[in-house]
């Protein structure tokens, strides 16, 4: 049985609503911090060669920089991961406009989505090998343009060395909904390096074909033998990525300096690559790489995609487990 503590405190205040940390420690293994702002992974410790724990995932040193953030810095995503071309969709012939936070588009759930709202901690559970921190978030009817009020519940399932999140969520209208976690790793630990020398595997034979403004065709695209082929392990290198793969079985990062290897599985069909090449204001471009476990961008809107449509008698669920394993 691994021995672990729990504890909460304080990280800040928005208006009178007190935004709280609670912190997981596993000795020897895992040490998380989650905000209640969010529902954002503050940090996530993993022994490394040297026998030291490195926070493996970018942080940000207070509730106002996290407010500030542009580049959803750790952050749950919703109420749609990624893209939706012109913020559009229709719903049984009728059209709803979402916001239009990208461009003409629509990003990672609109201004707020969230990223930017208070969650409820329902439950916090200890169990002999794990704690689950269940998060809730009502998201009303028209928000962001959204159709529908949905009940969102967020387990963060924590082990000695690894964290489940599983999604569930409930609707009273239908509704698209597609959600992920948006943390950006790095195993060096060291967010003034680039990652171009970490190892990436992805179990993966294609990508979504996209336009110039990254909003999917429709189609696929085989990447064998091409600069978007990680069936085999290799570094990431210096290309910039922001590319969903359609996922075949895992996804496997890799630091040779502090042996840590990070293991991605997910019950969902796509994995988007971002390399952190468009980060600025003080954070540092390609510090940090994100594998955000998610349905496929503009799928609304995309016939062909797997449907990301809830009805009101059915419950979202999804699961993504990052699993932490050292020899990388």
């Not at 028209?142 to 969102?152: A, L």
């Not at 399932?157 to 409930?170: P, T, W």
Request: proline letters at 4%.
């Amino acid at each position: 049985m691994a021995t672990k503590s729990i504890y909460k405190k304080e990280f800040g205040l928005i208006e009178s609503d007190v935004i709280e940390l609670v912190g997981v420690d596993f000795s020897n293994g895992l040490k998380t911090e989650v905000l209640t702002y969010g529902g954002i992974i503050k940090s996530l410790f993993v022994p490394s060669n040297d026998g030291k724990r490195k926070n493996v995932v970018l942080s940000l040193p207070d509730l106002e920089a996290y407010k500030k953030d542009e580049f959803f810095i750790g952050c749950l995503i919703g109420r749609f991961a990624n893209r939706i071309e012109n913020g559009k969709f229709e719903i049984d012939g009728h059209e709803y406009q979402l916001n239009q936070n990208h461009g003409a588009h629509h990003l990672h759930g609109g201004y707020k989505g969230f990223g930017k709202v208070l969650w409820n901690i329902k439950s916090i559970e200890e169990r002999d090998d794990s704690v689950e921190i269940i998060l809730q978030y009502l998201s009303k009817d028209g928000e962001e343009g959204y159709p529908g009020n949905v009940e969102i519940l967020v387990s963060y399932i924590m082990k000695k060395d690894e964290i489940k999140i599983v999604y569930k969520a409930k609707t009273d209208h239908k509704t698209y909904f597609n959600p992920t976690q948006h943390s950006y790793f790095n195993l060096e630990g060291n967010s003034n390096l680039p990652i171009d020398k970490h190892m990436l595997r992805i179990d993966s034979s294609q990508i979504l074909e996209v336009d110039d403004q990254l909003i999917p065709t429709g189609s696929m695209k085989s990447i064998k033998g091409t600069a978007f082929d990680f069936s085999k392990k290799r570094a990431i290198g210096s290309q910039p990525y922001d590319t969903c793969y359609k996922l075949d079985g895992k996804a496997e990062l890799s630091n040779g300096k502090t042996g840590i290897k990070m293991i991605v599985e997910t019950t969902t069909p796509g994995i988007q690559l971002y390399t952190a090449d468009y980060l600025s204001k003080g954070l540092l471009p390609r510090s940090a790489v994100c594998l955000e476990t998610q349905f496929f961008p503009d799928s609304p809107n995309q016939s062909l995609f797997p449907l990301t449509l809830l009805n009101p008698k059915d419950e979202y669920r999804s699961e993504t487990v990052y699993q932490f394993v050292r020899g990388a």
